[in-house]
């Protein structure tokens, strides 16, 4: 009885952890549109093992801001990188076709400059996504994507497991958008 009891706690645990979940449903007070935000899940990531930490990483939420999703980035890379206002993001899909993604924003970051661009290992940005790219990204799983920054690039292989999270993010924002907020 304990090791059944122990095993459907794990399966929920490991259920739980690897769900997406809406850490936001409200309306803007100020233009009356609905906002509905996913939590950030783990796209790519490359460890440094000597250190134990990140040395390139990229973590993505959704947000659907009325009829429009925003794609918000959390990137990571083991270089102080010039990330500035038009640099970019590619997703290599399923299908062999990319999309490229022009950033809109940049903030957040170890050092404390917001604005028009970031020298820095860490910081976040967003990315909007058009009708024609959503489509896309809901009907196809991300394999690679590439961080288009001002003196270059680094590219990640997204694993199988990660590759449909977009996907999923998308799902659980439709379905969300179908209730009525409580």
Same mark, same amino acid.
């Given at each position: 009885?304990?090791?059944?009891?122990?095993?459907?706690?794990?399966?929920?645990?490991?259920?739980?952890?690897?769900?997406?979940?809406?850490?936001?449903?409200?309306?803007?007070?100020?233009?009356?549109?609905?906002?509905?935000?996913?939590?950030?899940?783990?796209?790519?990531?490359?460890?440094?093992?000597?250190?134990?930490?990140?040395?390139?990483?990229?973590?993505?939420?959704?947000?659907?801001?009325?009829?429009?999703?925003?794609?918000?980035?959390?990137?990571?890379?083991?270089?102080?990188?010039?990330?500035?206002?038009?640099?970019?993001?590619?997703?290599?899909?399923?299908?062999?076709?990319?999309?490229?993604?022009?950033?809109?924003?940049?903030?957040?970051?170890?050092?404390?400059?917001i604005g028009e661009g970031v020298y820095a290992r860490y910081f976040m940005t967003? +990315? *909007?996504? @058009?009708?024609?790219?959503?489509?896309?990204?809901?009907?196809? !799983?991300?394999?690679? /994507?590439?961080?288009?920054? $001002?003196?270059?690039? +680094? *590219?990640? @292989?997204?694993?199988?497991?990660?590759?449909?999270?977009?996907? !999923?993010?998308?799902? /659980?924002?439709?379905?969300? $958008?179908?209730?009525?907020?409580?």
């Open positions: 009885m304990k090791k059944i009891t122990l095993l459907l706690v794990l399966i929920i645990s490991v259920t739980f952890v690897y769900s997406q979940r809406i850490t936001k449903d409200e309306f803007d007070k100020f233009n009356k549109v609905r906002v509905i935000e996913t939590s950030f899940e783990t796209m790519y990531k490359k460890m440094n093992l000597v250190s134990l930490n990140t040395k390139n990483g990229i973590n993505f939420a959704l947000r659907k801001y009325g009829e429009e999703f925003i794609l918000l980035a959390d990137i990571k890379n083991e270089k102080n990188i010039a990330f500035v206002e038009g640099n970019g993001m590619t997703l290599l899909l399923d299908n062999d076709s990319t999309i490229w993604l022009k950033n809109n924003y940049i903030g957040v970051s170890e050092k404390p400059s967003t +990315f *909007d996504i @058009d009708d024609k790219y959503a489509e896309l990204l809901k009907e196809h !799983k991300i394999k690679a /994507v590439r961080i288009e920054y $001002s003196a270059g690039s +680094f *590219d990640g @292989d997204i694993r199988n497991e990660n590759q449909s999270n977009l996907q !999923k993010m998308f799902q /659980v924002i439709e379905k969300r $958008s179908l209730k009525p907020i409580n």
